[in-house]
C-alpha cells in the first residue's frame, strides 16, 4: 500500500502539528484522549479538545 509505514506515532504530539490557526472548539476520539491530556493541550494552545461522551442506548 502506497504511503503505509511501519513507524509507530503518537497522534497526541501530531496534533500539535495540524493545529496552528485552530481556534475554540476541536474534537477528538475519547479512545485517544484523556481528561489530563485535554487540559495540557488546553493550557498550551487555547483550544478546547472535547471527546464526545456516550449516551447508555450508544452502543
Given at each position: 500500500?502506497?504511503?503505509?509505514?511501519?513507524?509507530?506515532i503518537d497522534e497526541r504530539e501530531s496534533?500539535?502539528?495540524?493545529?496552528?490557526?485552530?481556534?475554540?472548539?476541536?474534537?477528538?476520539?475519547?479512545?485517544?484522549?484523556?481528561?489530563?491530556?485535554?487540559?495540557?493541550?488546553r493550557l498550551e494552545t487555547g483550544i478546547?479538545?472535547?471527546?464526545?461522551?456516550?449516551?447508555?442506548?450508544?452502543?
Amino acid at each position: 500500500m502506497a504511503g503505509s509505514s511501519t513507524n509507530h506515532i503518537d497522534e497526541r504530539e501530531s496534533l500539535y502539528e495540524i493545529v496552528p490557526g485552530i481556534q475554540g472548539l476541536l474534537l477528538a476520539d475519547k479512545g485517544l484522549i484523556g481528561q489530563d491530556y485535554q487540559k495540557d493541550f488546553r493550557l498550551e494552545t487555547g483550544i478546547d479538545l472535547q471527546t464526545p461522551t456516550r449516551g447508555k442506548y450508544d452502543r
